[in-house]
């Protein structure tokens, strides 16, 4: 009995020892992820290489519309504008506050939009910050052509900076830390020097369709010949004496850039070496540059890839259409046009086709669309057609079918749900056209840019009569005909000094925008960006 | 680190050398236990030798005795809930029998002797921290799904809020007013001395209809009913050994165990409840709607005359769509009369019901001296009061205790398996542009029917391819389900290595998985929007393993001093894995969600993640002739979760007591008992994901990128790390006074805190480029006091009649004293702040109703803190004429005439103001329970003073303007003066005082006499039961008690909440 009794003791006992002593290899605390990566065991083969880079593209959808960059680009303009209607699209009245151009650096436009284009951007620039720095020790074949389509994205998500915000901070590393702002001509160098390093250290000639919009030469020739037209706002910090002209043309002529004394002959060199590479057209229609299947069109050089799946598709249709012309979506009745833009088309411009008007129907099965009643679309009826008219009475109150409306890239026939398969270009051809023509009327050459206009009017299928005579009024029209609704408008009003200056037209829109001061050339940056770096200047002004 | 590493494992072999010991010379005590005011035999009193682990209970006829007591003088102590406790000393002589007779007294509080404190026990005299104890048998009462109902106006500084009135609904708990801005503010639950993963335990559904409803509580899986006590840990004295996770408190779970006393037991509690939803929203009847309408089309109509002449006949578009005068627009044009339908429907009425419950426990118990068991089955079925919502859970559970070696060697085992199956309504909790079932309640045409029939047959109205949709169809035509299967176990083994020194080793292991699936049909609208029908499959498996080894020593030093000191180590792992499948684009609704490959487009995704948790602490408490009680805690904790360098810290806390009554100059005064203790304490909060200090690239569609018209799967980095990422850290001083009156009659505690919480986990905006814009950092301080007040009372003592009051009291106020502040070279303080509390519905995108802030943005310098769930915005001043909202502004502020603003829409931000506050001056709970004869009848009510909730809800649709676009409004906007095309703008309008009262529960029972029933039953009991009979407020809203939504510490916001159900329930207990 005593033995038993010893022996259970000793066993117990051994028992419960063993199990304290077996834990004690547990205090390693070291985290390693499974269903995540980090850079550091990263970017060692080709595959995951590419894997990284499509990161970076990725950021390219939210330059593309309708996020906050594409927003801050149209909704301040006279292309688009977003009415209240009841309750809907106040939003804490942001959408007003960026079509009047009252923002301050803590307003709601500021803080929704303007630090979500600052953060959409720099994002992109983080992303290839750390593709590239990964790169650099990295061993995979085609390593240079890599390394020049990351930083030709860098360099466009910095374009993007240098746009709205001016100068800002230029980071290269992936470290964060608190650097103060370049000036907008520092930075206007940085971003040429990197597009043409890119394009001359790898960038393909052209990709195959399967590698359809990656980074060519042509993408980074699109950008300098856009940023050399806008020479003379890109390089100045702020509006007046010396600096941006908020009330007339800001000329290339005469602002030296890194290929010579004159930004515009810079802007027409650059517009020929995408001419005359061979690798580009005119569509033989207009709309095919924007419809599902944009993606064959010969127009592309830059674009923002989109296809009908789940978070991958572009979205802009839903933000435009009313409620009843999308079965089975129901979109948002929000973007609309203003009547003056509307107008200002020639009726027979085929490009005025972007904009809906008048009756209205379903927008992929073409049966006549209807007002909403009791929250619904009813069957068709005359009493209840949907008819878009050009004029928006007040645009803090509008009734649902106030508005010409934005359709430029229809919607696709196989969307998933809001996702349609249209690519967003943010350069094409036709841009390239005119700023060719643009540099050449700059530079006295109206002959020449005439024809170049002409060329441009004068597609296959022609979208509109030939031009009599060039002038600057001319050319602003005609960039408004070609590219409304494709994020240049802002840009191009303030080159032609006339962003501050515009008024809603005066057909009794309440509400609407008078004139502002010309600090508003540039936008706020945004207070909460200050408060997280307070080495940030804020632009004159604010 | 490496020292205490090696401490514990020698410390266990010491033991095996001290294992052998020689059997000692042994005796019995036996002896009874009556009451001392009625006489009766008293069952259940806890009988143990002090110092030892000999321990039992007594029996119906109030006897007991105890075997292998060690010979010599030993102290024998009685003690029972609701009485106090008694002890004398014995003689026990090798092999002989000593008799110990008790007489207890009942007194006050209903709290057990010995407090479980976390990794052991304590005598209730013994405790220096802040302990409640809640009676979980007095608290089961009603319709009781989790342990967090039971807590609910039992324990003061325990605030709960359930999420919503959805069986088994998620709760929000504050104790003390929580410590966290961003991180979680959920107490740490151990059930049964294991710490448990309180995450969800089902995948989340999608939110297609804004955000998806709220998680269901993982604490689900534990039936009320197997619970014998919960310990809620307050301060840092009693918290500091749960160290990191200890921050927001702690809440100890015992479950039942076998009892050998009276002989193996089997008892049946079953229960029938109906519910039906407590109040309704007010939204207008169908003809109240119709009337409306054909008022304000003639309304505009009084205008024709003029209108005619301004446009002619031919003019129909215009004159259809447009008015062209204030006049005129302020009102409905005639097209909205064709609007109108012949139906009267109860929107609200048509989706909720009286719901019917039926819950089954049946349990067996006993043993013998050395083998204990008990068993238990459960089976409960709730409806939830709208339609398609519910709860259904099958549970299992066994405790089994098993002693040897003359009872120094105790092993143990529980586990408990549970199946929970939850149907879900799809309706949003904030969010709302589409709309789920509750916003179309709200909104959908009450002149139109529920049903339609014509030559095809029968099928539900819908308005068209619109927001708008029938919610009763949503209701009946999408599945939204989930289920839960979960087992918990631990094993443990005890031996006594020397008298009064005990090593134990404990394992646990929790397991759940987790599955949810969801479809969304053809049939219905939604589904047909969503891609012509979406199904999805998820699910979500968590693993949690825990190993604690403890050695505890109980015992005296010298014949005045007592030492209770235990030593541990814990490890923890937590790994989970989560699978999705989503088919969109069906021909067929036949499959429902069970052929994802049916779909014409499908996405999947997986993941997992893994954490760790080591732990080394030591409690020692010291007592010096019971009058002196002093403990010092240490923990030393180890998270994977935080950056190198800083996954360890150190948790401290030294506390202490003084038990006046044992003085001299106290022994004459009213007291029967008091007490002073004060504390203080350092706790930690580790709530940060895995791998957040580090840089992760993640797979997922945000990475995907088209080249070529096909997706290339890549990487984005989905965070900024964080090299520097540590723990949040709470040091918390806590004061109190115990004191009983009147021979323990009345008995309370008055206790004062003050707790500061420093390295504020808080995401922040970081400067650019940033591969994220905001990152996880250690920034700001909230610091926070608070008294709380509770009061037990034996009012009535007598044969026949006992009843019992408690009171509860709490008020705490916290704010938020710095969130990374710097002063300017003028000397004026500014503070980054942080909007939250999203304002959910249409047209409020961008809009927050709540600021964390230090310094109030409209007063420069003003920097004075605020408390969390401090509202901030526009102040209402009333209407100008034309029905337009008026605000105050500034004179700086364009339109701005004499304070009043003059142009429509949202005022100035600079204009916006504190309009609020979220957190109650006070709470208080008051609980009765009355016995007379075979009657008992008890209740309790529950009060909230004080706090403002944004009726989110009202905003939204209690606005005319919703009939524009044909909507339905709530009845409060007929009588409101807002012009039909002014815009919803949150405002201090819509701030409401919510305060209230409560009558929780109110329960009635009857004891039936035994032979009445059948003869082998020792008791049978009838009971009925009413959850929620009554509310007294002033506030318009569903529920003034509001779900404090996730993100930024967002509190009091009410929008569309699942209703609060009555309850009635009918129920017997049978004993056999």
């Keep these: 009995m005593k033995r038993l009794f010893v022996t259970k003791s000793i066993g117990a006992g051994a028992l419960v020892g063993l199990l304290i002593l077996s834990l004690h290899g547990c205090t390693d605390l070291d985290e390693t992820p499974v269903s995540l990566i980090t850079p550091g065991n990263f970017f060692r083969t080709e595959a995951e290489v590419l894997a990284g880079l499509a990161g970076v593209y990725a950021q390219l959808r939210s330059t593309a519309p309708e996020g906050a960059i594409y927003d801050a680009n149209e909704v301040t303009t006279d292309e688009i504008v977003v009415p209240i209607r009841g309750s809907d699209w106040n939003d804490n009245g942001q959408w007003i506050d960026l079509h009047n151009v009252t923002w301050t650096p803590t307003s709601i436009a500021t803080s929704n939009f303007f630090n979500g284009a600052w953060n959409s951007a720099y994002t992109g620039v983080a992303r290839a910050n750390l593709f590239l720095s990964a790169m650099e020790n990295a061993t995979v074949p085609n390593k240079a052509r890599y390394l020049a389509e990351g930083r030709a994205l860098r360099a466009f998500y910095y374009y993007i900076l240098m746009d709205q915000f001016g100068g800002v901070p230029v980071v290269?590393?992936?470290?964060?830390?608190?650097?103060?702002?370049?000036?907008?001509?520092?930075?206007?160098?940085?971003?040429?020097?990197?597009?043409?390093?890119?394009?001359?250290?790898?960038?393909?000639?052209?990709?195959?369709?399967?590698?359809?919009?990656?980074?060519?030469?042509?993408?980074?020739?699109?950008?300098?010949?856009?940023?050399?037209?806008?020479?003379?706002?890109?390089?100045?910090?702020?509006?007046?004496?010396?600096?941006?002209?908020?009330?007339?043309?800001?000329?290339?002529?005469?602002?030296?850039v890194s290929t010579g004394p004159d930004a515009c002959a810079a802007a027409i060199a650059a517009a020929d070496r995408i001419l005359n590479s061979g690798n580009y057209s005119l569509a033989d229609s207009f709309h095919q540059n924007f419809r599902f299947d944009n993606y064959r069109s010969p127009e592309n050089i830059f674009v923002v890839k989109f296809i009908p799946e789940d978070g991958l598709g572009m979205g802009i249709t839903m933000a435009a259409l009313h409620y009843c012309q999308y079965a089975p979506l129901t979109p948002w009745n929000g973007f609309s046009t203003l009547a003056q833009s509307y107008n200002a088309f020639d009726p027979a411009d085929k490009r005025r086709n972007a904009i809906l008007i008048g009756p209205q129907r379903d927008v992929l099965t073409g049966a006549l669309a209807t007002v909403r009643v009791s929250g619904a679309c009813p069957a068709y009826s005359p009493a209840v057609a949907l008819v878009f008219t050009d004029t928006i009475r007040d645009i803090r109150s509008a009734n649902e079918s106030e508005g010409a409306r934005i359709y430029k890239w229809p919607a696709d026939p196989a969307h998933v749900a809001q996702n349609s398969g249209n690519d967003f270009a943010w350069f094409r051809l036709g841009e390239i056209y005119l700023i060719k023509a643009e540099a050449q009327h700059v530079l006295g050459q109206d002959g020449p840019a005439l024809t170049v206009l002409n060329t441009l009017r004068a597609r296959t299928d022609p979208v509109a009569p030939a031009l009599a005579a060039v002038s600057d009024s001319v050319i602003l029209s005609e960039r408004l005909f070609e590219l409304f609704g494709e994020s240049k408008r802002r840009q191009d009003l303030i080159r032609f000094g006339k962003f501050t200056g515009r008024t809603d037209a005066a057909s009794g829109l309440i509400g609407g925008k008078v004139a502002r001061p010309d600090y508003y050339v540039l936008m706020p940056v945004p207070q909460t960006q200050i408060n997280a770096n307070p080495l940030l200047t804020q632009n004159p002004g604010y | 680190m490496h020292l205490v590493r090696h401490v514990v494992p020698m410390l266990a072999?010491?033991?095996?050398?001290?294992?052998?010991?020689?059997?000692?010379?042994?005796?019995?005590?036996?002896?009874?236990?009556?009451?001392?005011?009625?006489?009766q035999a008293l069952s259940g009193v806890t009988v143990q030798i002090q110092g030892t682990q000999r321990i039992t209970t007594t029996g119906p006829d109030g006897n007991f005795s105890l075997g292998d007591v060690p010979a010599g003088s030993v102290v024998v102590r009685a003690t029972r809930i609701g009485f106090a406790p008694e002890q004398q000393v014995v003689t026990v002589t090798a092999g002989g029998t000593a008799e110990a007779q008790f007489e207890m007294s009942p007194q006050a509080s209903l709290l057990e002797a010995v407090i479980v404190t976390g990794y052991g026990t304590q005598r209730r005299e013994a405790i220096t921290g802040s302990v409640a104890s809640i009676d979980a048998t007095a608290a089961n009462v009603g319709v009781k799904t989790n342990v967090t109902q039971l807590l609910q106006g039992r324990a003061a500084g325990v605030e709960i809020i359930q999420n919503n009135g959805e069986p088994g609904a998620g709760a929000q708990i504050l104790i003390r007013g929580g410590s966290s801005v961003s991180a979680r503010n959920d107490p740490l639950y151990v059930i049964d001395g294991v710490p448990i993963n309180n995450v969800a335990s089902e995948p989340a559904a999608n939110g297609w209809t804004g955000n998806p409803s709220l998680a269901r509580n993982p604490l689900n899986l534990l039936n009320p009913a197997d619970i014998a006590s919960i310990t809620v840990l307050k301060d840092a004295a009693a918290t500091a050994i749960y160290g990191s996770r200890a921050s927001n408190g702690v809440i100890l779970v015992e479950t039942k165990r076998g009892q050998a006393a009276g002989g193996p037991s089997f008892e049946y509690d079953g229960n029938v409840s109906t519910s039906s939803p407590a109040r309704s929203l007010g939204v207008l009847t169908g003809s109240e709607y119709r009337s409306f309408v054909q008022g304000s089309v003639a309304d505009w109509r009084a205008d024709s005359t003029a209108f005619a002449g301004r446009h002619g006949p031919a003019d129909t578009i215009f004159t259809l769509h447009f008015g062209d005068s204030a006049a005129t627009f302020n009102a409905l044009d005639p097209s909205h009369l064709t609007t109108l339908g012949a139906a009267n429907t109860d929107w609200e009425g048509a989706l909720t019901r009286a719901s019917l419950t039926h819950n089954h426990n049946l349990s067996f118990a006993g043993g013998s001296e050395d083998t204990r068991y008990r068993a238990s089955m459960n089976y409960a079925k709730q409806q939830g009061v709208t339609l398609s919502?519910?709860?259904?859970?099958?549970?299992?559970?066994?405790?089994?205790?098993?002693?040897?070696?003359?009872?120094?060697?105790?092993?143990?085992?529980?586990?408990?398996?549970?199946r929970v199956n939850n149907t879900y309504l799809t309706y949003e909790n904030q969010g709302g542009f589409e709309g789920g079932a509750f916003e179309n309640v709200a909104t959908f045409n009450p002149t139109q029917p529920i049903t339609v029939t014509d030559s095809t047959g029968t099928r539900f109205y819908e308005v068209g391819g619109t927001t708008i949709r029938n919610p009763v169809a949503l209701a009946h035509q999408i599945t939204n389900i989930g289920q839960t299967t979960r087992t918990l176990g631990n094993a443990e083994a005890e031996f006594d290595v020397v008298r009064g020194l005990t090593a134990k080793i404990n394992v646990g292991l929790d397991h759940s998985n987790g599955g949810r699936q969801e479809y969304y049909p053809i049939a219905n609208p939604l589904g047909r929007a969503l891609g012509n029908g979406l199904a999805q499959q998820q699910t979500l498996q968590n693993a949690t393993q825990t190993l604690q080894t403890l050695l505890t020593y109980d015992g005296q030093v010298g014949g005045s001093t007592s030492l209770n000191v235990v030593s541990g180590y814990e490890y923890s792992k937590f790994k989970r894995d989560s699978v999705l499948g989503r088919g969109i684009g069906f021909f067929t609704d036949a499959y429902g969600f069970h052929a994802l490959d049916a779909a014409t487009s499908r996405t999947t995704a997986s993941g997992a993640s893994e954490s760790r948790l080591a732990s080394f602490f030591g409690r020692a408490n010291v007592g010096l002739n019971n009058r002196f009680f002093l403990t010092g805690v240490l923990r030393y904790d180890g998270s994977s979760r935080f950056s190198a360098g800083n996954k360890w810290a150190l948790f401290p806390a030294l506390s202490g007591s003084w038990n006046l009554t044992q003085e001299g100059f106290m022994q004459s005064g009213p007291f029967s008992e008091l007490r002073v203790r004060a504390g203080w304490g350092l706790q930690g909060n580790p709530s940060v994901d895995p791998y957040t200090s580090l840089i992760t690239l993640a797979s997922g569609s945000g990475a995907t990128y088209p080249w070529g018209d096909a997706p290339n799967g890549g990487v984005l980095a989905t965070s900024n790390g964080n090299p520097d990422l540590k723990w949040e850290q709470t040091a918390q001083f806590d004061a109190a006074i115990d004191f009983s009156l009147l021979n323990n009659r009345i008995s309370g505690t008055v206790e004062y805190y003050h707790k500061n919480t420093k390295d504020l986990l808080l995401t922040v905006d970081v400067p650019q480029p940033a591969l994220q814009s905001t990152q996880l950092k250690n920034v700001g301080q909230l610091s926070g006091h608070g008294l709380e007040f509770s009061l037990d009372a034996l009012a009535i003592s007598r044969p026949g009649l006992t009843w019992r009051a408690?009171?509860?009291?709490?008020?705490d106020r916290s704010k938020v004293t710095d969130l990374g502040c710097a002063t300017d070279s003028t000397g004026v303080e500014s503070c980054p702040f942080y909007e939250s509390a999203d304002v959910s519905g249409q047209g409020q995108s961008g809009v927050r109703a709540e600021r964390v802030m230090v310094c109030d943005p409209s007063r420069p310098g003003y920097c004075p803190g605020y408390a969390l769930g401090t509202f901030y915005g526009p102040v209402f001043l009333g209407h100008d004429a034309a029905g337009q909202q008026v605000f105050f502004c500034t004179a700086a502020t364009t339109g701005c005439v004499n304070g009043r603003t003059t142009i429509r829409g949202n005022p100035a931000a600079a204009d916006y103001r504190v309009i609020g506050n979220a957190n109650p001056d006070f709470t208080l709970g008051l609980s009765s329970q009355v016995t007379w004869k075979r009657f008992e009848m008890s209740f309790l009510v529950r009060a909230v003073v004080g706090h403002d909730v944004f009726n989110n809800t009202a905003l939204v649709y209690s606005t005319k303007s919703n009939a524009l676009q044909d909507k339905n409004f709530l009845r409060g906007a007929l009588s409101d003066p807002t012009g039909i095309h002014d815009p919803a703008i949150y405002s201090s309008r819509w701030i409401e005082d919510a305060s209230f009262v409560r009558m929780q529960n109110i329960t009635i029972a009857y004891d039936l006499g035994i032979p009445l029933l059948m003869r082998s039953a020792r008791s049978a009991r009838l009971y009925l039961s009413a959850d929620n009979l009554f509310l007294i407020t002033g506030y318009s809203g569903l529920d003034p008690?509001?779900?404090?939504?996730?993100?930024?510490?967002?509190?009091?916001?009410?929008?569309?909440?699942?209703?609060n159900p009555r309850t009635i329930t009918g129920g017997l207990r049978l004993l056999f």
Excluded at chain 2, 25 to 38: A, C, K, M, P
Excluded at chain 2, 395 to 401: N, T, V
Excluded at chain 2, 1043 to 1057: P, Q
């Design chain 1, 172 to 256: 290269t590393t992936t470290e964060i830390a608190l650097k103060p702002r370049s000036t907008r001509r520092e930075l206007f160098d940085f971003i040429e020097s990197e597009l043409i390093a890119a394009r001359d250290s790898g960038l393909p000639d052209t990709w195959g369709p399967e590698n359809n919009g990656r980074f060519s030469k042509g993408g980074a020739d699109a950008i300098l010949a856009n940023m050399y037209l806008n020479a003379g706002v890109f390089t100045k910090d702020g509006a007046g004496t010396g600096g941006i002209n908020a009330t007339a043309y800001n000329s290339c002529a005469n602002i030296t």
């Design chain 2, 806 to 811: 408690g009171l509860i009291f709490a008020a």
């Design chain 2, 1041 to 1059: 008690e509001v779900y404090s939504g996730t993100g930024l510490a967002v509190r009091g916001v009410d929008y569309l909440v699942y209703p």
């Design chain 2, 389 to 418: 919502s519910g709860l259904e859970r099958i549970q299992g559970r066994l405790s089994a205790s098993h002693s040897n070696l003359n009872n120094r060697l105790r092993i143990g085992l529980n586990v408990t398996s549970s």
């Design chain 2, 13 to 39: 072999l010491l033991s095996l050398a001290a294992a052998p010991l020689a059997a000692q010379n042994t005796g019995t005590v036996r002896g009874q236990v009556v009451d001392s005011t009625t006489r």
